[in-house]
Structures are given as C-alpha cells and as structure tokens.
C-alpha cells in the first residue's frame, strides 16, 4: 500500500520559531509537493522538488524553504513562524515524468502559530 | 491564467439525489482534469480523471463532463450516499507540468 507520512499530525509553535515539518514516502517517486491547505483557498503550492536537491517555487514560496536530500524525504521549513502560516499543510508525491501522474497525499500537519 | 474556479463552495444534497460541481478553466495548454476527493482529517485522493480528447468519463456513480469549447468541466455525483460526504478538488495541469492547479474546493454534505 502506497503511503506518504508527515511527522507530525499537529504542531503548536511559537511566533518567530523555525519550524521544520517531514514528509517520506515509500514509493520511489520522483515528485514532491508541499501545499497549504486553507478554506475557501483551496489547495496552494509552496514548493516542490522533481528530484534529489532540486526545487522549485510554488505559487507562495514566501516565508518557506525546502530541503530534499533524499529521494524519499522532503522537507517545509519555516524559517521564522509567524501567525498567517497557521494552516493545514499537505505533503505529496508522484510519479516522475508520466503525464497526469496521480498525487499521493499525507494526512496532513495542522499547524498553529501562536 | 493559472487558475481554476470551482463552485459552488458548499452543497447540501439529499441521500439519493444528484450532487453537480462545477470548474472552470482559461488555460487552453490544459489536458489533464483530475478530481481530488478529502475526508476529515484525511489527505486529499484522487477520484477521477479526465483527457480533453472525450467528453465524458464514468466510474460507478461518479462521471465527469468535460466541455472543451467553454474550458468547463463537472463532477456528478449520480444516487448521491452519506458517505460521499467529503470536500471535493478539482484541478488542471498540461503535460510537461508535474504541477496540479487546484479549485477551491467544494463541501458536499449529503443528508440521510
């Protein structure tokens, strides 16, 4: 059974804290996501990563970064929390360079900044 | 350009009856139209899945219709159950892209 897991199903940090939230998948994909989730917003692309130290911008990469040194791991990194990142993060991966690949999600992280 | 509209936000259909979401693109380098389905405190999976080369898809009680010429396409959720009641995506991307655009989103509930 494919799977993606994310460290920690909720998380409470404090303003100005570095955050770091892990994401591995058991797959031997290519492809990893990391989204937030909030209502009315839809899902929204931070970064992603189409191979090992590779990356690439989302649509809101500001106040994130992404670590990728393993195939299977990636990582979200908040370098300095603050109270608009409290929101449900959503790790994904997929398949490398199959049109429409399907993307596996984790059970996602609530985060909450205090 | 990038951008997927998906309404409505919120539906309430009754258990038996039809449940219609709709999306809506200006991307014409789409081609590929997935619907994500997410239960509470689940990760969003894919539901189905359609190519503008046919105008509709159908997997047991769920169909999309796809309208290239208005950059439209639906989920129809046919003798709609309580347990179909989730937050449904839908979402666009072009080949060569590995990246999804993503509606908004829609929560259906269905009631007993």
């Known amino acids: 059974d494919v799977k993606v897991t994310q460290s920690s199903r909720y998380l409470v940090k404090r303003t100005g804290e570095k955050v770091f939230l892990e994401c591995v998948q058991d797959m031997d994909h290519e492809n990893m996501f990391w989204y937030r989730q909030d209502p009315g917003l839809g899902l929204r692309l931070i970064y992603f990563s189409y191979d090992v130290k590779m990356k690439e911008k989302g649509d809101i990469p500001e106040g994130y970064s992404v670590s990728r040194e393993k195939k299977e791991r990636f990582s979200l990194i908040l370098e300095s929390a603050s109270t608009n990142q409290t929101s449900m993060y959503l790790c994904?991966?997929?398949?490398?360079?199959?049109?429409?690949?399907?993307?596996?999600f984790g059970p996602g992280t609530r985060l909450t900044v205090l | 350009q990038q951008q997927v509209k998906q309404s409505p936000q919120s539906l309430i259909v009754q258990k038996g009856g039809i449940s219609i979401i709709n999306c809506a693109y200006e991307?014409?380098?789409?081609?590929?139209f997935p619907w994500y389905q997410q239960f509470p405190g689940k990760g969003p999976a894919l539901l189905i899945a359609?190519?503008?080369?046919?105008s509709e898809k159908k997997e047991g009680r769920f169909t999309i219709s796809f309208n290239k010429s208005a950059k439209q396409f639906s989920l129809h959720i046919m003798d709609s159950q309580p347990g179909d009641s989730a937050t449904y995506f839908c979402a666009a991307s072009s080949t060569g892209f590995q990246k999804l655009v993503f509606g908004t989103g829609t929560r259906l509930l269905v009631s007993p």
């Open positions: 991307n014409t380098a789409f081609d590929y």
């Open positions: 359609i190519r503008p080369d046919v």
């Open positions: 994904a991966s997929s398949l490398g360079w199959v049109v429409g690949s399907e993307q596996f």
